[in-house]
């Protein structure tokens, strides 16, 4: 694959175009190789067949991520506009002071006081799960396993009813579609968008949301006059489903490079203390979103380069947490890196709220298995293509005591 330059219009030197489509089944099944070109050719390069420009390098993604004011979210963080319209006014598309409002109204039911009082239900539903695959010879490591567990906490988070939960994966998989380009996947992925209305709705009538969930917090709040009505739907909408499919793949994906590599199971058996950063280098070396955009508000500088003001810049985390201006041996999966610093989470105002929770659960079920389990056998890994969730859609394992 070949860059050529684009000649902009100020003296500025010009930026790199590469004519890749980082969101086509070969790319989204394998990026690595494409990330990488895109890192060696500048910290800034621009992809027409998305429409915007991207940083490749973890330099300039973490400025960029830390620098909110430049790089706005509240145009929507996605490349298309149904997706930017369906999540207006929620804390991941939202700037200051809008942002500030939207993600305190349930900031404190995802704070580490209040991870700790709900780890002991975490534990013990990890601890079914486990004890439901330590008894069989083999199961799949997403279907069986991975998707198994997500939902089950933040249903219990937000209060959901047991009735109607049957779509909600499908659902959360569309809704990171969306984040892509107009593409097949995000023309299909709209046609879902009524079914999650609806079914919001449906939890708008009293009694259907546990009363001290989250999800009534969210309504409470605009009872009290903190919000308004109509931005409880799009909120609701927002947790329930930035919690499932991103810590699904870190799960799976644990398994998977656990299996991958028994040298480094064998290294967090013997130290377990080491599962919280070899989680950490999971999500690093596999990070479950890849992309997001962001909205330039003025002409920006990268080493000669201007971006126009009003341009689409991706912050390609993916990239960025494989670069190897950062990490030394970035594509080596080493349980004992400590990987301080990366960017699977986000940083700045829009860092992920979630992240201890998502952390809690993968440690519930990683220290189930670190103690039962001498070696994670696994068989091909079959990708599932989303335009921005880096995941697996299966994955066959056969565990040894
Ligand atoms: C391993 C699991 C997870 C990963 C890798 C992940 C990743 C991310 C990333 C990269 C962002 C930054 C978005 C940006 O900069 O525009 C983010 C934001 C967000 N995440 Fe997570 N996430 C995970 C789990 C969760 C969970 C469990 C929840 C909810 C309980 C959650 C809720 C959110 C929300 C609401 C935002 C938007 C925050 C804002 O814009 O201020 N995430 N997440």
Not at 47 to 53: I, K, N, Q, S, T
Not at 59 to 79: M, Q
Not at 120 to 129: G, T
Not at 185 to 211: A, D, K, N, T
Request: charged share 25%; net charge negative.
């Amino acid at each position: 694959m070949v860059g050529r330059d684009q000649m902009d219009t100020t003296a500025a030197k010009s930026i790199p175009v590469f004519d890749i489509d980082l969101f086509s089944d070969d790319s989204l099944r394998s990026p690595y190789e494409n990330y990488s070109t895109l890192r060696d050719a500048g910290p800034v390069v621009y992809l027409p067949r998305a429409g915007a420009y991207a940083f490749p390098r973890y330099a300039e993604i973490r400025r960029a991520l830390e620098d909110h004011e430049t790089f706005i979210s509240g145009k929507g963080v996605g490349l298309s506009d149904f997706g930017n319209n369906s999540r207006r006014g929620t804390p991941i598309a939202s700037d200051p002071p809008l942002h500030t409002l939207v993600r305190g109204v349930v900031q404190d039911r995802l704070s580490l006081r209040a991870v700790r009082e709900i780890t002991p239900s975490i534990q013990a539903k990890a601890d079914e799960l486990v004890a439901s695959i330590l008894e069989r010879a083999e199961f799949d490591g997403v279907i069986d396993f991975a998707r198994q567990f997500p939902l089950l906490i933040m249903a219990d988070l937000i209060g959901l009813p047991r009735d109607g939960r049957e779509h909600i994966l499908e659902w959360a998989d569309a809704g990171f579609n969306l984040f892509g380009p107009d593409n097949e996947r995000v023309r299909s992925s709209m046609s879902r968008f009524p079914e999650v209305v609806s079914y919001i709705r449906s939890l708008e009538q009293p009694g259907r949301l546990r009363p001290g969930s989250m999800g009534a917090a969210i309504y409470e709040a605009a009872e009290q006059g903190k919000l308004k009505f109509e931005q409880c739907g799009p909120l609701m909408v927002a947790y329930l489903m930035a919690g499932l499919d991103t810590t699904i793949n870190a799960i799976s994906a644990a398994l998977m490079l656990f299996g991958k590599y028994p040298e480094q199971w064998d290294k967090v058996r013997s130290n377990p203390k080491l599962l919280p950063t070899a989680f950490n280098e999971v999500i690093r070396l596999e990070s479950p979103i890849q992309n997001l955009r962001r909205v330039l508000s003025r002409d920006y500088e990268v080493d000669g380069h201007v971006v126009p003001a009003g341009a689409s810049v991706l912050m390609m985390f993916g990239s960025g947490n494989r670069d190897g201006r950062k990490w030394a041996d970035p594509d080596r999966f080493d349980a004992t890196r400590n990987p301080v610093g990366h960017i699977a989470f986000g940083m700045g105002i829009h860092n992920c709220p979630g992240q201890i929770l998502a952390r809690a659960e993968t440690m519930a079920l990683l220290e189930g298995l670190v103690s039962a389990v001498a070696r994670i056998e696994i068989g091909e890994p079959v990708w599932h293509l989303n335009n921005v969730i880096r995941g697996l859609e299966r994955l066959p394992v056969r565990l040894h005591a």
